[in-house]
């Protein structure tokens, strides 16, 4: 009986609350879940020992600071896929707990500058996957997280919502973010904004890259210190040309390695090349002398060359001798010799013949 006394006496009202109907109550994990139960509004009867509060897969057209009274012990909540088209004016600032929020799979049409104030800016982690309906509630999320003192948000999901561009400096007023998700949007290119996020990771994969000669700055940057670290680089490919359709927009190191050899090569080749031409200004009267003598000297040899070949193909000269050591003329074969008395009985003369005129005569 005491022990039941004294239970009562500390139990507060909002911790005796029974569970709405058609929720889940988990009092060992301090959970309610409210499941596809096509509620109208955020149930109001939460326990008080609520500390993570799972509404999803409802009805529910907008949200209020109505929608969250007495809830200031709940730490996570999670809202996805309710329908949700707007979020009134500090909806959430009685939950000064929060540091968890999940509005993903919202089609979020109006969002109030100061939806998302809460006293002392306890929000660590905001999801708004899936959750921007079009460009405008790009532009009021944005003035939203200026005005809406998130200087503690650490991480920030934004994938899937077909986001075009960035805002100018739409993360300015987050200093202490971490973790910025981005993946299966229709980024183009996002180097300004993701320029200043200092040492803040990024998500990147699943974007549309348009790979062209500008994109070369992009790829160097994901590869550069001066960039945040993006988690999924490898996941960041070309989505057109076709002949570059899901080619990794970023450079391998081996390559990029091979590129800046290459560069350094080609600047060495061109400082050679200026010094040649140089050498080539300041002594061209040299090279002028060099070069007409070089031509005299080829022009002599051709002419050499030609005399030779005019002498060989000439068809009066006869072919060469039989080596028996009797020379050509010039223009045949040397004649044979003439075979004379003296030289047909041996080389010499009878003593009685005598030589007179053409004929012989014999001696007296």
């Known amino acids: 009986m005491c022990t039941f006394f004294l239970l009562f006496f500390f139990v507060t009202p909002n911790q005796c609350m029974q569970c709405h109907f058609g929720c889940t109550c988990f009092a060992a994990t301090n959970t309610v879940r409210c ?14 020992y609520a500390r993570t509060l799972i509404v999803t ?44 929020l999940d509005l993903s799979g919202n089609p979020l049409a109006l969002i109030h500058p100061e939806a998302l104030s809460i006293p002392g800016g306890p929000l660590l982690e905001l999801n708004l996957s899936r959750a921007l309906y079009n460009s405008t509630s790009l532009t009021d999320l944005t003035t939203a997280m200026r005005w809406g003192g998130l200087a503690g948000l650490v991480l920030l999901d934004l994938s899937g919502n077909r986001l075009a561009l960035l805002a100018p400096a739409a ?16 980024l183009a290119s996002a180097l300004g904004e993701l320029g200043r996020l200092g040492k803040a990771r990024v998500r990147l994969g699943g974007n549309p890259y348009l790979c062209s000669c500008e994109s070369r700055r992009f790829a160097a940057w994901l590869d550069s210190s001066a960039a945040p670290r993006v988690e999924d680089a490898e996941d960041v490919r070309c989505a057109s040309p076709r002949e570059l359709r899901d080619a990794p927009l970023r450079v391998p190191a081996g390559e990029a390695s091979l590129q800046t050899s290459y560069a ?12 040649s031409v140089l050498v080539l200004y300041l002594n061209r009267k040299g090279m002028k002398r060099w070069v007409a003598e070089t031509r005299e000297a080829c022009r002599d040899a051709l002419a ?19 080596g028996d050591g009797v020379g050509t003329g010039r223009f045949g074969t040397a004649p044979p010799p003439r075979i004379t008395p003296d030289t047909r009985d041996g080389g010499q003369t009878p003593a009685d013949v005598r030589l007179t005129g053409t004929g012989m005569a014999p001696g007296n």
Do not use: W
């Open 304 to 322: 050499g060359y030609h005399y030779r070949y005019e002498i060989d193909t000439d068809p009066r000269r006869g072919p060469p001798s039989d």
């Open 264 to 275: 350094l090569l080609g600047l060495v080749l061109g400082f050679v090349g200026m010094v």
């Open 57 to 100: 897969g409802n009805n529910i057209p907008q949200i209020g600071p109505d929608s969250f009274p007495e809830l200031e012990n709940v730490t996570n909540i999670c809202l996805s896929n309710n329908r949700i088209t707007e979020l009134g004016s500090h909806t959430f600032s009685s939950m000064v707990s929060l540091r968890s």
């Open 35 to 48: 499941d596809s139960k096509d509620l109208r509004a955020v149930p109001l009867s939460i326990p008080g």
């Open 171 to 186: 993360f300015s007023r987050l200093p202490s973010l971490r973790h910025l998700l981005l993946p299966h949007n229709s």
